[in-house]
């Protein structure tokens, strides 16, 4: 129900309310009546900013992405690579049974074949591949260790301390495993899944 205020009562109000000079506006004809609303409406609260998410350096890979034990794309650890896959042997080779195959759908990206058959696969600095943990190069040492907390650590073959290696437990046995390689900057460097020895080669083939 809205309740009828004389005009000259409101003008009064709000003359003595306004900024403007006195005399000014501060009065209306007798004979005009304003309607005020009996309850007056909530002002609208000013609207929250969504909060900015904190940067992840374990996002989800991207779909076809993952590094898995089982291998990566259609290459799989322990088997020979697959017809008409597009992995296939790319500048020199050291002579002997072991080579190294890489793929233009997988950058900075490649895995070494003995016997015919894959035995492991590494993932380098300008790989954008990643675990199914989120867990890619550029991820932290904390983040490795936090995800795999009973990998064991050695130090790195060429460079200093704080630089080292982290591998898994079954690092040596026959399984597929995994093991990281951390630069001095305490960050993921590259990735391996393979198979021991092959897993703790530190020069390709070798």
């Not at 009546?33 to 996002?59: C, D, R």
């Not at 296939?88 to 049974?97: H, L, V, W, Y």
Request: charged share 20%.
């Amino acid at each position: 129900m809205r309740s009828l205020i004389p005009a000259s009562v409101v003008g009064l109000a709000l003359a003595a309310c306004s900024s403007q000079p006195e005399g000014a506006n501060d009065t209306l004809p007798a004979n005009v009546t304003l309607e005020v609303p009996a309850t007056a409406p909530s002002p609208t609260p000013p609207s929250k900013a969504s909060p900015i998410p904190e940067p992840n350096s374990t996002a989800t890979p991207a779909p076809g992405k993952t590094l898995a034990l089982e291998g990566l794309g259609d290459l799989r650890i322990g088997e020979p690579v697959p017809r008409g896959s597009n992995w296939g042997s790319r500048g020199a080779q050291i002579p002997g049974d072991c080579r190294t195959i890489s793929s233009p759908d997988f950058p900075d990206t490649y895995a070494i074949v003995i016997g015919g058959k894959v035995r492991r696969i590494t993932v380098g600095a300008g790989s954008d591949v990643k675990l199914i943990e989120g867990i890619g190069v550029g991820s932290s040492e904390a983040d490795v260790k936090k995800t795999f907390p009973s990998f064991r650590s050695e130090p790195h073959k060429y460079e200093s301390n704080p630089a080292k290696y982290l591998t898994a437990p079954n690092g040596e046995s026959g399984s597929p495993a995994l093991r990281f390689e951390i630069g001095q900057n305490g960050k993921v460097s590259a990735i391996h899944v393979g198979t021991s020895p092959v897993l703790q080669y530190v020069e390709g083939c070798a």
